[in-house]
């Protein structure tokens, strides 16, 4: 199995930060948003991995790529827990590069990979989603393809008002956890959706995917939609859904990366005590 992981969008919500700083890189403590989920891949047992960037992204390979004067100066000075951590960044991983010369939406980022994917199924990550859980939502993800040999999409519930910011599936469960997909539906009017279950930036694709994205034309916001492509290839195989059993963290929307900060400062213990002081001290 191989990963992709699309990260090229500009991060227009983030700015004026974003304008010399990828959105990927922005961090969660002290760790950027991509390395958690390069992590997530490794953990789940993909070595193998493609990163989508665009002109300005280089940052991201750099921060992948050893600095082994930074690792001597560390070594020199004693500093052998840094060491350690700079060691392990993207370790257990084979990481390649592609510019997406156009932004043209998520279907028209994945198209780059298809040369990448070389006809074998590819697991989909996308680039400013964290997850958090007992074990990576993308191995959730990879035990249903391997037990269907289809394509899995996560999905999470969200209060049914907000599902128009989403695309959100139609299914039948097969248990608590696992759904057939009969559609799916591109940020529908909330009075129309057909269900509160929303994609939640986790995909694994057979290698059907690339001829579906080849022919989806554009759709919203003039961008090719992967639940496009994903809607055409239904009609063609059985598609399922898993409702993640831990959570996902959107770091590329401003409120939802503060209170996602939090979070994971909270379960360090170096931390935890300080902040839970400082809030008894601010909050009436």
Do not use: W
Request: glycine share 6%.
């Amino acid at each position: 199995m191989k990963a992709v992981i699309p990260a090229a969008g500009f991060g227009t919500r983030f700015l004026p930060f974003t304008k010399s700083v990828p959105k990927e890189l922005i961090p969660i403590v002290d760790k950027p948003v991509i390395q958690y989920v390069v992590e997530e891949a490794v953990e789940s047992g993909i070595d193998d991995i493609l990163i989508i960037i665009s002109s300005g992204k280089e940052s991201i390979c750099q921060h992948f790529n050893p600095q082994f004067e930074l690792e001597q100066r560390l070594e020199s000075s004693g500093k052998t827990q840094l060491l350690s951590e700079l060691r392990a960044i993207g370790k257990g991983a084979r990481i390649q590069y592609v510019y997406q010369q156009e932004l043209d939406g998520l279907g028209g980022a994945l198209r780059y990979a298809k040369t990448f994917a070389a006809g074998e199924p590819v697991a989909v990550l996308l680039g400013d989603n964290v997850t958090s859980g007992e074990r990576p939502v993308l191995s959730e993800l990879l035990d249903v393809f391997r037990e269907k040999h289809a394509s899995v999409v996560a999905v999470e519930e969200v209060p049914h008002e907000k599902v128009h910011k989403y695309g959100v599936i139609d299914g039948t469960t097969a248990d608590n956890y696992v759904y057939q997909l009969r559609g799916l539906v591109e940020k529908p009017d909330p009075a129309a959706a057909p269900s509160s279950l929303v994609i939640a930036s986790r995909y694994v694709f057979t290698p059907e995917i690339f001829e579906e994205l080849d022919r989806t034309p554009r759709g919203k916001n003039n961008e090719i939609q992967v639940t496009d492509a994903m809607r055409q290839l239904l009609k063609r195989q059985e598609m399922y859904a898993v409702k993640i059993r831990g959570r996902r963290h959107d770091a590329g929307d401003k409120l939802s990366f503060l209170l996602t900060t939090l979070d994971f400062a909270l379960k360090r213990p170096e931390y935890r005590d300080a902040l839970l002081s400082f809030f008894r001290t601010r909050l009436p």
